[in-house]
C-alpha cells in the first residue's frame, strides 16, 4: 500500500511539472454569493464555560447576554439569529430558512426549517413563454422566488424541546436595537452599494437609501420600529403571529401583488407550514491515526452528503501523506481535493433534492457514503485531471432522473454555539441571494429560495429532475451546519459552519480538513486561503496562492480562475481548558464567551 502511494505521488508530481495538455473545460465558475469587504486578522478567542460565534459583533453579542444570564444554546441562537435579521439584513432574518444541528449532551438532532415552495408552484415556475428557463435575477426580483418561511417555526420547535429561558426573553435584544439604532456596519454598505435591483422596492429603498437614493454610510443609525413591532407580536404570540393574520397577509399581498414578478404564495401556505426533525446524517472519519464522528444535514440539504464523501474519497488518495507547504495546501494536494469535489458535486446533482418527495439511491442516503463506494469512486482520480464527472451507481440504483445543471447558488449566514450545560449547535440560516428577493415588508426582508431549484424541471430527453420544482417541496440546498465528536468516546469536539452558496461545502470541508487532518486550531483552519471545485472550473481565492501553485495545477489540464471567495466560517472546537472559537477574517463575525 506504501508502495502503491508513493507511486502515485510520483506520478502526480510528474504531471505537475510538465507540459500541459490543456483542454477548456465547458462549465463556468459561478458568480460568488455576495461582494467582498475586507480582509481583517484575527486570532481566535479563548473561553472556559460557553462560546458564541456569529457574523456580526452585535448578534454575537446577544447570545453571550443570553448564555450568561443562565440560556441554552438554542436560546443564545434565537437571540443571535433576530439581531442578525436586524443588522445583517442581506444573509437571512425571519423572511427566510435554516438549519440547525443539536447536541444535548446525549443525542443529536437536525431541525429543518427550509423554505417551502407554495401549493400552486409547479416545474414551470421559471420558465418563460417560449418554455426556456428565464434568467437568474429574472427570477430573483419580486414575488416569485419567495418561498414559504420556516426559520421562525423551527426555531420555536427547538426552543420548546432545548430551551431554558422564557420565549419572550430571547426577542429583547433585537427588540431594543430595532427600536434604539445600530449603526450600519462596513459591510452591509459595501453591498448597498453594489446592488442594482433593492432599491426598486419602494419600502427597502425608504428603509436602506438616503432621499437622494445613496446608500446609508458607514456609522448611520438605522433604526427598524416595523420589525420591532413584528419581534413584539413574535415573542408574545409564537410563530403564528408571523405565519397567520395581517403579518402574513402583508407577505402574502407583497409576494402576489408585485407589478412585473409575482408569485403564489397564499395565506393557506403560511398557515400549514411546518419544520421537520430529522436524523442527522452521521459518518466516520479517520485522521492521524484518530477516529471521529461527523454530523451534518441530510437532504435536502446537498451539504451533509456532499461534505462526507470529498472527505472520504480522500481519505482512499495519498492526500493523506500531504501536509501543507509554506503553510498552504500545495498543487498535488489541491489536485486531489478538487478531483473529489467533481466527483461529489456529480453525485450531488444526481441524487439530492427534498427527501419528502425523492428516494435516496439504494433506500438511504448512506449508500453514497458507504467506504466501498468512495474508495471506488477514489480509483477514478489519477494525476490527470478528467473531464466533467458522473454521478456514481452506489450499490443496486434505478433511477430515472437526470442531473441538474449548474446554477448559482448565494448568501447566507452562520452560527455556533456552545453552552454551559453541554449542549452545542451549529445552524446555518439564509435568504439565498444578497437581499433575498428585494422585497421588504414589515421591516424584514423576503427570500428567494425557490431559485435553489432546478429552473428546468427535465433534461433535454424529458427525463425529470430530482431537484425540480413540486407543490410544497423543499429546494436543495447546500448549507453544511456541522458537529464534529470523538468516536470512541462520544464526547463533542467542534462546531462550525459557512455562507457562501455551494462553495459553503468546500469551507467547510476546508475547516474539517484543516483541524482534523493538518491539526491547526480553528481560526488558523478559517484563515486558509479558499477553494474549490463544482464539477467544473477549479477557483482559488484571489492572490493568496502562489504562482507556482496554479501553473502546476494548470499542467494537470485544470482550468484555474482566482476570484474573491467570501466565506464566513464561524467555529468552535473543544481545548483542555474549555473552548476556543474563531471567526473568518473575510466578514465582520467575532467569538464570545466565559
Known sequence: MRFLAAAWLTALLAVCTATPAFDDETQTASQQPEEASGYTEKSGWSTRHFAVAAAHPLATDAGYQILKSGGSAVDAAIAVQMVLGLVEPQSSGIGGGSFLIHHDGQLTAAFDGRETAPTAANGKLFLSANGKPVSFFD???????????????????????????????LFAPAIQLAERGFEVSPR????????????????????????????????HLLKNPELASVLKRIAKEGSKALMTGDIAQAIVDKVRQHPTNPGQMTLADLA?????????????????AHDYRICGMPPPSSGGVALGQMLGILSHTPAAAMPLKNGLPDARWLHLYTEASRLAFADRDQYIADPDFVQAPGGRWMSLLEPHYLAERARLISPVRMKTAKAGTPGVVNTSYAPMAEQPEHGTSHISIVDAYGNALAMTSSIENAFGSRQMVKGFLLNNELTDFSFAPTDAQGRPIANRVEPGKRPRSSMAPTLVFDKASGQFLMSGGSPGGAFIIHYAAKLLYGTLNWE?????A?????????????LLEDQRFPADTLESLKRTGTQ?????????????????????????????????GD
Not at 520 to 524: S, T, V
Not at 561 to 574: C, D, F, W
Open 139 to 169: 427570477a430573483v426580483v419580486g414575488g416569485r422566488a419567495v418561498g414559504v418561511p420556516g426559520t421562525v417555526r423551527m426555531l420555536e420547535d427547538a426552543h420548546r424541546q432545548h430551551g431554558k429561558l422564557p420565549w419572550t426573553t
Open 560 to 592: 484555474v480562475r482566482e476570484v474573491p471567495m467570501t466565506s464566513g466560517l464561524q467555529a468552535i472546537q473543544k481545548t483542555a481548558s474549555g473552548w476556543f472559537g474563531g471567526a473568518d477574517p473575510r466578514r465582520e463575525g467575532i467569538v464570545q
Open 188 to 219: 452591509l454598505h459595501t453591498l448597498l452599494v453594489s446592488d442594482a435591483y433593492l432599491k426598486k422596492d419602494a419600502t427597502a429603498a425608504a428603509y436602506f437609501y438616503d432621499a437622494a437614493g445613496q446608500p446609508w454610510p458607514i456609522g
Open 272 to 288: 400549514a407550514y411546518q419544520a421537520k426533525k430529522r436524523d442527522p446524517l452521521c459518518h466516520d472519519y479517520r485522521a492521524n
Open 526 to 538: 478559517i484563515n486558509l486561503p479558499n477553494f474549490g471545485n463544482m464539477n467544473g472550473v477549479t
Open 520 to 524: 491547526l486550531n480553528a481560526q488558523q
